[in-house]
């Protein structure tokens, strides 16, 4: 009865020891497998970071070439709008034309002496009417247009006149050295009058042309 007793406890004891190992085993297994997860899980995230900064990285840097390559594109062209107001006509007019005219002044040109000579393109549209008969002057031209001391300034354009072959020519002064230099202002304004004559103004034949005064809007980019 007694050895039955003491056999009894002996298997006691090495169930419970069995447990214990068995036990220690799964703790051990559980704690490396939550370890592998949460190691690829930081994986992931450092992945996705890496990811997310290299595309932005990359479209960033897309966007600046891009910016630059347009600055260069239109680096050193100019766009003005030059709206006019007629005081004096030739007979082909009853009511003295109205109107504005836009220069694009490009950074292609040449030299006249110490000048510098600036090739643009001009197109207008202007209303005019012979009693009570309107007719409406397009200019298209190309020429170009010089500064004196920063101050004094000239332009000219040979091309489309109203219906024939003609000349519209600028001249006044500019604020250049106001705007842009004394405040740094991105625009200038010039101050003149406006001439334009045309072999065949309306369309009949007849050589005519006005005279107008103008303020004029340029921006420089």
Known sequence: MQGE????KQKKYF??????ILSTSFSQ???ESKEVTVEKLDEEIIADSLNINTSDNIDTLANDLVL????????????????SFGILSGDTFTGIPIGAT?????PYGFKLGTLNYNISIAFGSYLGDFE?????????GVGGNLTLLDFIFSEGHIGKVGDGFGLRGFGGISLERILKRGFNLP???????????????????????????????DYEF
């Open 15 to 20: 169930i419970i020891i069995f447990i214990i």
């Open 187 to 217: 625009f200038n304004v010039l101050l003149g009058s406006e001439v334009f004559i045309s072999n065949d103004m309306a369309g009949s034949g007849n050589p005519s042309g006005w005279l107008s005064l103008g303020v004029r809007l």
């Open 5 to 8: 007793v003491k056999m009894f």
């Open 29 to 31: 297994e559980t704690i």
């Open 68 to 83: 630059k390559d347009n600055n260069k594109l239109y680096n050193g062209f100019n766009i003005g709008l030059a709206p």
């Open 102 to 106: 836009a220069v694009v002044t490009t």
């Open 132 to 140: 009570g008969t309107s007719f409406d002057p397009i200019i298209l």
